[in-house]
């Protein structure tokens, strides 16, 4: 056999290995894990709103709540596992390229390079907090300890300011693709319902234009940190989600990004259940 085809036989064979059938519970499992944070962190949200806002509203408070239930060890090491699950989809993505006919283009590897780094990162968290060592701890205080060592670096302001710039773009990208609908690409549509179908854009529309809205909401608090070198505006999840309701809108914009955060945890679960991989 020619050697050029021997090697693109092996490549083949290790793509679709990565494709396989261990990648696939990886990513499900990591959607999955995905869902439970994100769903708990909108009721906490939500408490927020109704004037009983005694948690966290982040990360961090929801491995707390969870860590408080009956087998709750148990769920905070398989929400970590699940969330490696994710980390390692993401790093066959970068590797093997992504679904769809661009998916082996470089900005789609670079994007999975940024979710792969993201979701092991918060991976580690995940699993710290559930060995005992404090991996939860405040996104706020995360948030301005990570400014305030950024704005000492040379250049710190810009630097600070483009990556603020960055997160407020990414937010408005994570809306605008969720309203569009673009999650559609990566469903088996075809294996849904009319019902369930509308059911899921319910969740994806409303979830994404709220996780948007956070996320742009959290960049706009940093470019403010840079501009005024300020490293105690910088806000994490939990600060930026209590500031909605200072907004002329009132507690109200906070309700529907909390329940909208709801809904993206219940996305979640339909994207571990209905997603190509």
């Not at 519970?25 to 806002?53: C, E, K, P």
């Not at 600060?239 to 709801?262: E, F, M």
Request: proline letters at 3%; charged letters at 20%.
């Amino acid at each position: 056999m020619n050697t050029s085809a021997t090697v693109r036989t092996g490549r083949m064979g290790a793509r679709r290995m990565a494709k396989g059938s261990a990648t696939e519970s990886a990513a499900r499992a990591g959607l999955t894990a995905r869902g439970v944070i994100y769903l708990l962190v909108g009721v906490l949200a939500l408490q927020i709103a109704f004037g009983d806002g005694e948690q966290q509203a982040d990360r961090g408070g929801a491995l707390a709540e969870i860590s408080e239930k009956p087998l709750g060890a148990v769920l905070l090491w398989a929400l970590g596992v699940g969330l490696v699950g994710m980390a390692l989809w993401r790093l066959s993505e970068v590797v093997f390229g992504s679904l769809g006919p661009d998916g082996r283009k470089a900005t789609k590897r670079l994007l999975s390079a940024v979710r792969c780094v993201f979701y092991s990162f918060v991976a580690y968290s995940v699993l710290s907090f559930a060995a005992g060592s404090g991996g939860g701890g405040s996104s706020d205080k995360q948030s301005k300890d990570v400014t305030a060592r950024a704005l000492q670096a040379p250049a710190g302001q810009w630097l600070v300011g483009a990556a603020a710039v960055g997160i407020v773009v990414a937010g408005v990208w994570i809306a605008g693709r969720a309203i569009l609908r673009k999650y559609h690409d990566k469903l088996k549509l075809g294996e849904m319902s009319p019902r369930t179908r509308r059911l899921v854009d319910v969740t994806g529309v409303g979830g994404g234009a709220a996780r948007g809205v956070v996320f742009a909401a959290a960049g706009g608090y940093a470019v403010r940190a840079a501009v005024d070198y300020e490293p105690d505006k910088a806000k994490g999840l939990d600060d930026t989600i209590r500031s909605l309701a200072g907004t002329p809108l009132g507690p109200w914009l906070l309700v529907c990004v909390a329940a909208g955060l709801v809904l993206f945890g219940l996305f979640s679960f339909a994207m571990a259940r209905w997603r190509r991989v």
